[in-house]
């Protein structure tokens, strides 16, 4: 009898509620077998941008042949067309601030703040004036800086990647749930795990992730080490290759077409920044 309460108490405890936090994955191996859809020496399309666009910090897919893009310290969205390649709208949404990431969801803009605050607008393309400018704070743990934002349409949450933070922050996705507005923290990579994937540590501070469309896998993209990092869900790292720091000066923005195609933006670093195009290779 004893056994039998003991083996019932162990199977009770095991069905508490889930919580917020993920747990920490152990240390991943690289997929031998994973081949990287992209030519990432060989861009297929190279656009510069105006000066307005120098410190561009953001970059998302918004509709065909046009992508949303915006920079570090302006509360301006522009549209650029990759037909014309030109901007050929902006949208003004706040005032002064850090601006570092940006999503395009449903029929509504997210931009970030490197503080984790969220703004949120719906664009008009037949005004210049936003509409329904709103601002969350994410309440992320203190002295946490965020770079990337991305948007995973399985779980409908945006991706946020902690570029620096403190303890348990660091190296951490948090996601944004769009339905409850409650943060979780999704994903943590650890040392182990980056430097069987070559990587030092210390240089890894995410500036971009966006995920792709067809795998659903994790693209990161770091501007400090100038690296592309691939996970799947379950935060193991699938590859790992460094970037040509010629042809990635400074990369900041990262983002899909909905047919797999890769777009990578660099800040100008005293030049004028560009957006380079990477198509799908299956």
Sequence with gaps: MNRFLLVMLLLLAGCGPAAKTSDNPKAGRLEADFKLPYRLREPDEHYTLPKSLEEISGLTYFKENQLLCVQDEEAVVYVYDTQKKKVTKDFGFGGYGDYEGIEFVGDEVYVLESNGNL????????????????????????????????????????????????????????????????????????????????????????????????????????????????????????????????????????????????????????????????????
């Design 119 to 282: 703004f949120r607008f719906k664009p008009r393309m037949d005004s210049p004036e936003s509409t329904q400018i709103g601002r969350t704070k994410t309440d992320l743990p203190a002295k946490t800086e965020v770079e990337g934002l991305g948007y995973n349409p399985k779980t409908k949450r945006l991706l946020i990647a902690v570029k620096n933070g403190k303890g348990s922050s660091d190296k951490t996705v948090y996601s944004f749930d769009l339905l409850n507005r409650t943060v979780y923290k999704d994903m943590s990579l650890n040392d182990e795990q980056l430097k069987a994937a070559g990587i030092d540590p210390d240089t890894y501070k995410p500036s971009g992730i966006a995920v792709h469309p067809i795998t659903g896998e994790w693209y990161i993209l770091t501007s400090a080490g100038k690296r592309l990092l691939i996970t799947n869900r379950q935060a193991k790292i699938i590859y790992s290759e460094p970037l040509d720091p010629v042809q990635f000066r400074q990369p900041e923005g990262i983002c899909f077409a909905p047919n797999g195609d890769l777009f990578i933006a660099s800040e100008g670093s005293g030049k004028k920044g560009y957006i380079l195009k990477f198509s799908y290779r299956r």
